[in-house]
């Protein structure tokens, strides 16, 4: 597995440097390109990129896919919906056919839904072994190290047969359906988008790898045959090794 660091001086450059890796990975692929999307707040800059030029008219957005790491179980208009928050930010403002768009139903029964999400996943990548690789995962890390809706010392971080899972916010109790790791490190590429200063510990210790990051969701995440890339802004990065750091790009 390759794994690349890149850190930028701030949010705004971290999203542009996306949307330009971004735009070269779909425009180069032959044929469809399947993206799935983070929630939070991390990827709120990236998505605003791509609503806006060049990337708005130059990526090339029929033959994306797009799918979510996560969702919150909760109707597609709620402002907790990671759906609804992308397409407020930039589905909705580029020519993207309607159905590229796999949203997982927030609004539904969750076990349902998830057995569901896991056959339309199934439909799109026929595999051999029946997990789906997705050409690119992005995602974003709480700073308890969780990643999509894989919380650490879960049970769902077991699961090597199903492909997406029904999780519960550990705080809020908040039911969510999540990819579960066997699609995650069966993705061609994994991206991480990090920013702000309150996860540079656990950032650093992810980072890090060996045993001890194992404790930690994000720390699972190894895309046997893909690339792994952090892209962190300056603070997210600031708890870096050195010699990490200077091997960064
Ligand atoms: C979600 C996300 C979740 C998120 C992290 C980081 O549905 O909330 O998938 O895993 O990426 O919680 O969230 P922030 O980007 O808001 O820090």
């Not at 735009?23 to 993206?35: F, G, I, P, Q, T």
């Not at 519960?168 to 990090?194: E, K």
Request: charge should be neutral; include cysteine; glycine fraction near 8%.
């Amino acid at each position: 597995m390759k794994k690349i660091i890149k850190i930028f001086e701030n949010t705004d450059q971290m999203a542009a440097g996306i949307a330009e890796e971004l735009r070269s990975a779909v425009n180069a692929a032959e044929k469809d390109y399947s993206l799935a999307l983070s929630g939070g707040s991390t990827p709120v800059p990236l998505f605003e990129k791509l609503a806006q030029e060049p990337y708005r008219s130059t990526i090339q957005w029929a033959k994306v896919q797009i799918f979510w790491a996560d969702e919150r179980c909760v109707p597609p208009d709620s402002a907790e919906s990671n759906y609804g928050m992308a397409d407020r930010l930039f589905l909705n403002k580029i020519d993207i056919p309607e159905g590229n768009v796999h949203r997982i139903h927030g609004e539904a029964d969750p076990r349902g839904e998830s057995l569901r999400y896991s056959g339309i996943l199934r439909e799109i990548h026929k595999t051999s072994e029946g997990i789906p690789r997705l050409d690119l995962i992005l995602l974003g890390m709480g700073t308890d190290g969780h990643m999509a809706s894989l919380f650490p010392d879960s049970d769902n971080l077991k699961e090597r047969e199903k492909l997406c899972v029904v999780a519960r916010h550990p705080q809020s109790g908040q039911p969510r359906i999540s990819l579960t790791l066997p699609v995650i490190n069966n993705a061609a590429r994994v991206w991480f988008m990090i920013s702000g200063k309150d996860k540079n510990k656990i950032t650093a210790k992810v980072i890090a790898g060996g045993e001890s990051a194992g404790r930690y969701p994000a720390g699972r995440v190894n895309p046997e045959n893909g690339e792994l890339h952090w892209y962190l802004d300056k603070p997210a990065a600031e708890g870096l090794n050195r010699k990490i750091a200077a091997e960064a790009e």
